[in-house]
């Protein structure tokens, strides 16, 4: 079986620690590199103050990681510029946040040719390439002017945005048109595909024939392969005695009130100021509900370097403090905000402690959160989720309590409908997700993309020099 080269801004391969310190993303790409050999390649996270190309290469059960540093530059025009005031933003429905400045598009194109530089001479003829995410769009291409032939994928772990968004990228065409030197693109959900489609096709003249896309001489395979979580090691975590201990905790602090829960990386495509108002609508509206509920949002810090994810975190301390000023007593607070993060463990006795999973992105890839949420309950007695119809996971979790997370209206009705569900109800609604959580998992995922991209036909060397052109 061919080696598997995964790319991707970060590399966090997974240790096989119990404590269960990494997400189930690291843990499928590891065990896929496991299974098949490889390397896992990227930026380790790390400054330096000229870029050598120089590798770090580590060997932790049996998996190889290989990363590079980058220059202060490179991190701010690409990692906290492109990716993060540019992309992330517009990707996310958010052009109000997006920043288009050319210094950013160009430091960004400069660190994925320094990872083409750098990758490029560790991979063997007969590898599968596998790049990740929104930080790496036009490293396929970079490979392949360097003369790559090898069957390439790429997976976007982000929502792709409608045309009419995509087009207020001044350098939109370019960059998506870099993207047709992969063979294999995967997306979460039809409407991220069916949004790609319409740009290639409406904007660039691209022809459909079934999953493939025809731009010239080029052609990839934009296919639909929706992310899972590893239930079985996450509902192993749940039942472990550390969770069970945290459980415990969880339920002693509560004495007897509901706990509702929101776990999310502080980002503004997550809908905390919108959850919040939601669930402060709920109190004004329900005063005999207040003291029998809490909301405990967790929220560790993320892309704090990042103008809008400071802004962000000011807004919300503030709006959790006046909710909590508003309607605290003298044994009652409505809200815990956490802003730190929890292990993994611990965060899956938090979810198994909780009535009601309370996640509200108002634009979200996937959202793992919601399924981790779901595997980690009791099935003689599970809790609800309540889930933004605007998550990629609203599409594989039908059963959930959906609501459109711009309005406070729905999101306080559908609090009450929680709160109010029958355990009947809840467990058939629960059984329904988990048979989706458990066959559709991280490792279904993984071999779903690869699977694809194996069956692709071999890159010929001509296609090299055109999409080079
Ligand atoms: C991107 C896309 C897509 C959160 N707080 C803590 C913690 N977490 C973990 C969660 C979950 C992960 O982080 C977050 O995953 P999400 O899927 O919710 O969101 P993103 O980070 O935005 O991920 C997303 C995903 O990629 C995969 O394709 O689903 O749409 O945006 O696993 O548990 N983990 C720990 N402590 C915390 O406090 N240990």
Redesign the pocket.
């Known amino acids: 079986m061919s080696r598997l080269i995964i790319i991707s801004n970060r590399v966090s391969a997974s240790t096989g620690s119990q404590s269960g310190?990494q997400?189930?993303?690291s843990v499928a790409l590891t065990a896929a590199l496991r299974e098949n050999g490889g390397i896992w390649f990227g930026w380790s996270g790390e400054a330096t103050e000229h870029f050598t190309g120089h590798i770090n290469f580590q060997k932790q059960d049996g998996v190889t990681t290989a990363t590079v540093d980058l220059e202060e530059q490179d991190i701010e025009e690409y990692y906290n510029g492109y990716a993060n005031r540019t992309l992330w933003p517009l990707f996310h429905y958010r052009i109000d946040l997006a920043e288009y400045e050319r210094g950013f598009a160009g430091g960004y194109q400069r660190v994925n040719e320094r990872f083409a530089d750098t990758v490029y001479p560790l991979i063997d003829s007969d590898d599968l390439v596998w790049v990740q995410d929104y930080h790496l769009l036009p490293l396929g291409q970079e490979l392949r002017k360097r003369g790559l032939n090898n069957r390439l994928g790429f997976f976007l772990?982000?929502p792709w945005p409608p045309r009419r968004l995509l087009s207020t990228l001044p350098e939109a065409e370019e960059l998506v048109a870099t993207m047709f030197a992969y063979d294999v693109i995967g997306f979460?959900t039809e409407e991220w595909r069916d949004s790609f489609y319409n740009f290639v096709v409406d904007e660039m003249g691209a022809r459909a024939d079934g999953d493939d896309l025809i731009l010239g001489d080029h052609v990839v395979k934009a296919i639909v392969c929706p992310?899972g979580i590893d239930a079985k090691e996450f509902t192993a975590l749940a039942s472990s005695p550390r969770a069970r201990l945290t459980y415990r905790q969880m339920r002693d602090s509560a004495v007897g009130r509901d706990m509702i829960v929101g776990?999310?990386?502080l980002?503004y495509?997550k809908g905390l100021e919108e959850r919040f108002l939601g669930y402060e609508r709920f109190l004004r509206e329900h005063p005999e509900e207040r003291k029998e509920i809490f909301l405990l949002q967790?929220a560790?810090p993320s892309r704090g370097e990042v103008g809008s994810y400071q802004k962000i975190r000011t807004a919300l301390e503030g709006l959790a403090g006046r909710i909590n000023g508003a309607y605290a007593d003298l044994d009652w607070v409505p809200i815990r905000y956490v802003n730190?993060?929890?292990?993994?463990i611990e965060?899956a006795g938090v979810y198994r402690a909780a009535k009601i999973g309370l996640v509200t992105p108002l634009r979200?890839?996937?959202?793992?959160?919601a399924k981790?949420y779901i595997a980690a309950q009791d099935p003689e007695d599970p809790g609800v989720l309540i889930l933004s119809r605007f998550a990629?996971a609203a599409a594989q979790l039908t059963e959930a309590v959906q609501v459109n997370p711009y309005s406070a209206e729905e999101m306080s009705d559908a609090i009450m409908v929680a709160l109010r569900m029958p355990r009947e109800e809840r467990v058939r609604r629960w059984r329904s997700m988990m048979d989706n959580i458990e066959a559709e998992d991280v490792m279904w995922w993984m071999r779903s993309f690869t699977d694809v991209l194996r069956a692709a036909p071999v890159a010929a060397n001509d296609r090299v020099e055109a999409v080079a052109s």
């Open positions: 310190a997400g189930g993303l772990h982000t979460h992310i776990v999310d990386r980002d495509s967790i560790p730190q993060g929890y292990a993994r965060l979200d890839g996937m959202n793992l959160v981790e990629g």
